[in-house]
T-cell receptor, first 109, second 114 residues
Framework: AQRVTQPEKLLSVFKGAPVELKCNYSYSGSPELFWYVQYSRQRLQLLLRHISRESIKGFTADLNKGETSFHLKKPFAQEEDSAMYYCALGGRGAQKLVFGQGTRLTINP | DTEVTQTPKHLVMGMTNKKSLKCEQHMGHRAMYWYKQKAKKPPELMFVYSYEKLSINESVPSRFSPECPNSSLLNLHLHALQPEDSALYLC?????????????FGNGTRLTVT
């Protein structure tokens, strides 16, 4: 079974501060992890995926198979980062993408 | 065209009505999906079509009936819905049906059942 846990429903940080959104997963196969973001009044969109190993909008995420985590990080938060963030788990052999419950990130000025 | 387009944006229907939601993509994606999203909740998978064939039905009540007329179009036919079916209905597509393909979402149809 696939399971994704995002322990923080709400996260509030000040502009310029580092931000980390936590994601832990459980999957018996080879996992594929994604972060999706939903800005206010915009569609849900892919932010990044672990196999790309790239930085998008200053965000990075590293898959840690030992800790079964895929935390999203940004060293200096910006106000436009305020949004709903979903961690999602798929993988080879997985029949579907499973979403975590989401974390609402608020960046205070 | 790199978008998934959904119509209508908003829909209000009574419990005895029949209506349809439409979704279109022209990215050549072979998998299309319907999700239901309640306020402050993650999207919940309803149906998956792969190569125009229904691959997954997540035990959705029969008052929701999906249809995939061709590789670019996906419909969701609604009949005799309940007020608790009010939600944002999202269509998505991906290159193929696999847990490794990123999803491209539409803006959704905001459905209200009265």
């Amino acid at each position: 079974a696939q399971r994704v846990t995002q322990p923080e429903k709400l996260l509030s940080v000040f502009k310029g501060a580092p931000v980390e959104l936590k994601c832990n997963y459980s999957y018996s196969g080879s996992p594929e992890l994604f972060w999706y973001v939903q800005y206010s009044r915009q569609r849900l969109q892919l932010l990044l995926r672990h196999i790309s190993r790239e930085s998008i909008k200053g965000f990075t995420a590293d898959l840690n198979k030992g800790e079964t985590s895929f935390h999203l990080k940004k060293p200096f938060a910006q106000e436009e980062d305020s949004a709903m963030y979903y961690c999602a788990l798929g993988g080879r052999g997985a029949q579907k993408l499973v979403f975590g419950q989401g974390t609402r990130l608020t960046i205070n000025p | 065209d790199t978008e998934v387009t959904q119509t209508p944006k908003h829909l209000v229907m009574g419990m005895t009505n029949k209506k349809s939601l439409k979704c279109e993509q022209h990215m050549g994606h072979r998998a299309m999906y319907w999700y239901k999203q309640k306020a402050k909740k993650p999207p919940e998978l309803m149906f998956v079509y792969s190569y125009e064939k229904l691959s997954i039905n997540e035990s959705v009540p029969s008052r929701f009936s999906p249809e995939c007329p061709n590789s670019s179009l996906l419909n969701l036919h609604l009949h005799a819905l309940q007020p608790e079916d009010s939600a944002l209905y999202l269509c998505a597509s991906s290159q193929d049906w696999a847990g490794s393909s990123p999803l491209h979402f539409g803006n959704g149809t905001r459905l209200t059942v009265t």
